[in-house]
């Protein structure tokens, strides 16, 4: 299929190549990125709830000659197991653990199509946007927090053309089906733990504000970015440097706990909730080398009047990456976006460059530009 052919397309298939095209996913593009390493794959996995079902997904979806592939709710890929011929045919075009399946990132396929729109589907050979994926076909289903409703990722069968069945596509529709019953009754009710740190100092534990330190946001940030948790010795580490306390940070986490009752596990400490903040997803967005979307998150310096080690470790990375994706990337908007988080000269330059003179905003930027390189 050729972009001049969406005319004959399925709905579902044409509506993901105007939205794969928009995004700028080329055609020709070769692989869909590995963003994650082996080791941070351990990690996500360990803190995904969909870990929990797993085992059922593997007893239902044995299927000769495909594969079977968990993604978390950004089109990650957490687990690919299954046929170890067809697993080596899939690593060659990085159909892999830790590569990214989005429609914005790889264009239309079953796992990305399926997470934009929230239900069960399967693309066919030339319907893969990119022709590198035209020997194969797939099938997805969404799967959601059965108490929430929220979209944990999906589960696929991918295979050769040669080898799918037809009635896969009904198999792995069921399968996500149980796989939600069974986290209803087996899984319990996950907290929702919400972070907001970018130039700010908010957090929700299920919808609930909680008053939080400065101390405290160091913490959940800790915590937030190792889910596999810490010991007191790496916390205190992480809050203070060499001259931490394990003592000090013990009585930290000790009035935290007041707050958030069993969401705050030990030994080691760690986050028992599903864990959301704009850091996070600015972490994720780049990442995944979505420069305009780590934009749209980032709103500032991560916990500005921080000095923990953890936090300028962190806020400095994520700086520095997103005023870098900016840059390369040119988009006005993702310029514009960064701008309004503080004055930086060669960002406010580009943008006196790329506005037209009679734009409004062409002359503010020039003023701020001033200001900036007095």
């Given at each position: 299929m050729?972009?001049?052919?969406?005319?004959?397309?399925?709905?579902?298939?044409?509506?993901?190549?105007r939205r794969s095209l928009a995004a700028r996913v080329d055609p020709d593009r070769h692989?869909?990125?590995v963003v994650y390493a082996p080791d941070e794959i351990a990690d996500l996995r360990g803190a995904h709830?969909?870990?929990?079902?797993?085992?059922?997904?593997?007893?239902?979806l044995s299927v000769d000659d495909t594969i079977m592939i968990v993604t978390d709710a950004r089109g990650h890929i957490l687990w690919c197991e299954g046929d170890n011929r067809i697993r080596h045919r899939a690593d060659?075009?990085?159909?892999?653990?830790?590569?990214?399946?989005?429609?914005?990132?790889?264009?239309?396929?079953?796992?990305?199509?399926?997470l934009a729109t929230g239900r069960p589907v399967t693309v066919h050979s030339r319907e893969h946007l990119v022709r590198t994926y035209h020997g194969w076909t797939c099938a997805a289903s969404p799967i959601h927090d059965p108490h929430t409703g929220v979209l944990l990722g999906v589960v696929d069968i991918s295979g050769p053309l040669e080898t799918m069945h037809p009635a896969v596509a009904r198999l792995v529709s069921a399968a996500a089906q149980l796989a939600t019953h069974h986290l209803r009754q087996f899984a319990p009710r996950r907290h929702v733990l919400t972070l907001e740190f970018l130039g700010g100092l908010h957090a929700d534990l299920d919808g609930?504000?909680?008053?939080?330190?400065?101390?405290?946001a160091e913490v959940l940030t800790?915590?937030?970015?190792?889910?596999?948790?810490?010991?007191?010795?790496?916390?205190?580490?992480?809050?203070?440097?060499?001259?931490?306390?394990?003592?000090?940070?013990?009585?930290?986490?000790?009035?935290?706990r007041a707050q958030l009752g069993g969401v705050l596990l030990t030994r080691?400490?760690?986050?028992?909730?599903?864990?959301?903040?704009?850091?996070?997803?600015?972490?994720?967005?780049?990442r995944s080398g979505d420069a305009g979307e780590a934009t749209r998150h980032y709103s500032g310096d991560l916990l500005p009047r921080s000095d923990a080690p953890v936090v300028r470790e962190e806020?400095?990375?994520?700086?520095?990456?997103?005023?870098?994706?900016?840059?390369?990337?040119?988009?006005?908007?993702?310029?514009l976006a960064f701008a309004d988080s503080g004055e930086d000269a060669e960002v406010l330059e580009r943008l006196r460059v790329l506005l037209p003179v009679t734009d409004p905003r062409h002359a503010l930027v020039s003023s701020r530009l001033r200001r900036a390189l007095e």
């Open positions: 050729h972009p001049a052919e969406l005319g004959d397309a399925r709905p579902v298939i044409f509506e993901s190549w692989e869909a990125p709830p969909l870990a929990h079902a797993i085992p059922l997904l593997r007893g239902t060659r075009v990085r159909l892999t653990e830790g590569s990214h399946w989005s429609e914005d990132v790889i264009g239309t396929n079953a796992m990305g199509t399926a609930r504000p909680l008053a939080l330190t400065l101390r405290n800790a915590l937030a970015l190792h889910p596999r948790g810490l010991t007191a010795e790496q916390l205190a580490l992480w809050l203070y440097g060499e001259r931490g306390n394990p003592t000090t940070v013990r009585a930290e986490l000790h009035r935290l080691p400490y760690r986050l028992d909730a599903v864990v959301r903040g704009d850091f996070l997803d600015v972490r994720t967005a780049l806020r400095a990375d994520l700086a520095a990456a997103v005023r870098k994706g900016v840059l390369e990337r040119g988009d006005l908007d993702a310029l």
